[in-house]
């Protein structure tokens, strides 16, 4: 069954507390995208990466890290930096990132306690 | 800088009478054209898309997007709206002459169908 696994579905992060979120793809897909969902925001990109070990800032990076060691994963890191992290964070590939379309997991909804 | 925007936060419309949700959009070349559609609690999932040719193109569901290029618009619309086209739908634009291969999206247009 072909597709994007996000882990885990919700995640609670203390104060001060690094959280990591999984994203991974058996699609063989060359680029992946992280993107943050807020209510009446849309999607606002995070960090994307075109090609292994390879990774480009977007939008809102500040307080997010991310690395691409494989190509089928993408681990997004929420920093203590990051002030206000509460949303629901999307992770996304395509087969390069010049194919049109995107192929989304189901989301993971942080909350902070 | 390229741009989307949804200027309807919320439609509502009768199940069977048609529906529109309106795009516009702010590109520095020719543009590559998306919407997507998002149920509760998921990720989103394509419907159609406009690259070149025919300005009305025909995706998943039913529904169908007329490119407009002097307008600088991309309506979604669907001739019989049903209970279960209620939903999240995002307008998403890519400039076919960058070298960064990012989508950019609108702010989102919920949907609403009423029995």
Redesign the interface.
Known sequence: DGGITQSPKYLFRKEGQNVTLSCEQNLNHDAMYWYRQDPGQGLRLIYYSQIVNDFQKGDIAEGYSVSREKKESFPLTVTSAQKNPTAFYLCASNPTAFTEKLFFGSGTQLSVL | AQSVA?PE?QVNVAEGNPLTVKCTYSVSGNP?L?W?VQYP??????LL?Y?TGDNLVKGSYGFEAEFNKSQTSFHLKKPSALVSDSALY?CAV?DRGST????Y????TQLTVWP
Request: no cysteine; glycine share 18%.
């Open positions: 949804q936060d590559y998306f997507y609690n998921r990720g989103l999932q394509f898309k690259i995002f890519r960064l291969g990012r989508l999206f609108g702010r989102g």
